[in-house]
């Protein structure tokens, strides 16, 4: 069964950082490429970043430089580290993981987590 639970939103200043958690069932972490998507109000949804089985991170041209994702194996969960927060990156940000590979680096997905809100003030 595909799990996804993302924790680690909240509010920041522009320039600060912050931590998104997403912890994925068994299945999912060891089977599925794993990455972001993002959705902000009245703009169209955006892939984040991506990593997949192999460990071959993908990143939208907006954020990288400033975002990295990566994966933690023993504890079966998928973080992204966003430093360098601009207003403009405030969003509902979600897991998602799809079993395609040729998906993976085009940030298209099968499953979603609930989503956590990031808020960057100016």
């Known amino acids: 069964q595909v799990q996804l639970v993302e924790s680690g939103g909240g509010s920041v200043q522009a320039g600060g950082s912050l931590r998104l958690s997403c912890a994925a069932s068994?299945?999912?972490?060891?089977?599925?490429?794993l990455g972001w998507f993002r959705q902000a109000p009245g703009k169209e949804g955006e892939g984040v970043a991506s990593i997949d089985l192999a460990g071959t991170t993908y990143y939208a041209d907006s954020v990288k430089g400033r975002f990295t994702t990566s994966r933690d194996n023993a504890k079966n969960t998928l973080y992204l580290q966003m430093n360098s927060l601009k207003p403009e990156d405030t969003a509902i940000y979600y897991c998602?993981?799809?079993?395609?590979?040729?998906?993976?680096?085009?940030?298209?997905?099968?499953?979603w987590g609930q989503g956590t809100q990031v808020t960057v003030s100016s």
């Open positions: 068994e299945v999912t972490y060891r089977g599925y490429c």
């Open positions: 998602a993981a799809t079993p395609s590979v040729s998906w993976c680096s085009k940030f298209l997905y099968n499953y």
